[in-house]
């Protein structure tokens, strides 16, 4: 998936999107990856002296990731994608500067109105986070 496609799927935007590829996808499973350069902001100030990637920017990659694929089956409602819920998340390794972490991502349950996923970030096939989350669309009127 083209990076066009991910700004059209996701409101997401530089510099806070953290979704660089699509490496798979089908109905309810999403691969992606983001590379993080170093040079991204938050590093000037998480631990200067040895740059370690926030816990809760791995967690938002993942749901970002997530969005991505619930793009098709939220487009025909109204706002935006967001979380209400995270659950069971366990961080188990740093991500550094330099590092690239790949997000999969599962739909695991649909009601009328919440997405129920499940997520694994990695490197290099160690894993960084695992976490649950449940994402529903919140109204983007100011009514």
């Known amino acids: 998936m083209s990076r066009e496609e991910i700004l059209a799927a996701i409101p997401h935007r530089p510099p806070f999107l953290l979704v660089d590829e699509i490496v798979e ?5 999403i691969v992606c990856r ?3 350069s170093g ?8 631990y ?7 816990g809760v ?6 749901m970002q990731a997530g969005a991505v694929l619930l793009a098709p089956l939220m487009a025909d409602r109204d706002g935006v994608p967001v979380v ?3 659950n069971d998340v366990r961080f188990k390794r740093m991500v550094r500067p330099g590092e690239t ?10 009601t009328a109105r919440a997405f129920y996923l499940s997520a694994k970030v990695t490197v290099d096939g160690q ?3 695992r976490l649950q989350f449940v994402c529903m669309m919140a109204p983007t009127s100011k009514n």
């Open 57 to 62: 920017l791995l967690c938002e990659a993942a």
């Open 101 to 110: 972490i790949t997000m999969e991502v599962e739909l695991t349950e649909q």
């Open 48 to 54: 200067p002296e040895f740059p370690i990637t926030p």
């Open 127 to 129: 894993v960084a986070v």
């Open 34 to 36: 983001q590379t993080f």
């Open 84 to 86: 209400t819920r995270m």
């Open 25 to 29: 996808r089908d109905e309810k499973h």
């Open 39 to 46: 040079d991204e902001y938050f590093y000037a100030g998480h």
